[in-house]
């Protein structure tokens, strides 16, 4: 599939810059990492999960919230789940889901949770003890030979034009890490083997090969983690055999017995 309407990419940003003990750090074991997608906080569920984000914070160095913080964008749900946060003295990486975007106040929800040490890791990537990390939400159009193309109507080229932007984003992000492994975080799947589970109809709205197409170019990305397909399967791997690990909460309670991944990276 060609992307001969995607748009020129954008001058590389500078390196990303160091939290903790930094990229430079050589750590002597794997570094612990939490992740978890689809919290979906709402009006009420403030201060109820505390005890969650104690236990992730025992388990592990670094958490990724993989999008769908919030269940329809209102800063109050993201008051809320800062609120479970408040406790959690570990680096947070984030990016947003489709959900976080429903009600347009996204810099509201963004501000907030910034407040409660949370880092969006498509304003600037993160790196603790010598991994990096870097992040986009990504968007939907397909997968391997069956994605859509940016063909007929304007408003299918708009489509496509998403998800080509969000896969430069992250293109972006990763070129702004010089450490030798990365982990990427994301909302929708890179591939179909971490969908599979999800009605079929509804699989192109749930993940791009678009993503993965980028992080294969990347020799130092050790593992990714997404969310949003809350019925699919934990993992898989990009056509160059990189892990992906699909984190919807719903899932991994169910498969794990408890809400949340742990990876040595
Ligand atoms: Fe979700
Ligand atoms: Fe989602």
Redesign the pocket.
């Known amino acids: 599939m060609s992307d001969q309407n995607a748009p020129n990419p954008q001058p590389l940003p500078p390196p990303a810059t160091e939290q903790s003990s930094g990229c430079a750090a050589s750590p002597p074991a794997p570094l612990r990492v939490a992740a978890l997608?689809?919290y979906?906080a709402t009006r009420s569920t403030g201060g109820t999960q505390r005890a969650l984000f104690a236990e992730i914070g025992a388990n592990a160095e670094v958490l990724l919230l993989c999008?769908?913080l919030t269940n329809t964008g209102l800063p109050e749900e993201a008051e809320n789940l800062a609120a479970d946060l408040a406790g959690l003295r570990i680096p947070i990486g984030a990016v947003l889901?489709?959900?976080d975007c429903h009600a347009g106040r996204v810099e509201e929800v963004k501000a907030v949770l910034r407040r409660a040490n949370v880092r969006f890791l498509d304003d600037e990537p993160l790196c603790v003890h010598g991994v990096g990390f870097a992040g986009v939400k990504g968007f939907g159009g397909g997968f391997a030979g069956h994605m859509l193309d940016p063909f007929g109507e304007e408003a299918t080229k708009r489509f496509v034009a998403e998800a080509v932007n969000e896969a430069l984003a992250l293109e972006h992000a990763l070129h702004r890490l010089d450490t030798d492994r990365a982990v990427v975080a994301l909302?929708y799947s890179p591939i179909a083997e971490t969908v599979r589970g999800e009605p079929l109809e509804i699989a192109p709205f749930l993940g791009c090969s678009r993503l993965a197409e980028t992080i294969d170019r990347f020799q130092n990305v050790r593992a990714v983690f997404h969310?949003?397909a809350?019925h699919g399967m934990p993992e898989g791997r990009t056509p160059r055999g990189v892990p992906v690990y699909n984190c919807?909460m719903d899932l991994v309670g169910r498969v794990q017995g408890r809400p949340y991944m742990v990876l040595g990276v």
């Open positions: 997608a689809d979906h999008g769908d889901g489709n959900h909302h969310g949003h809350h919807s």
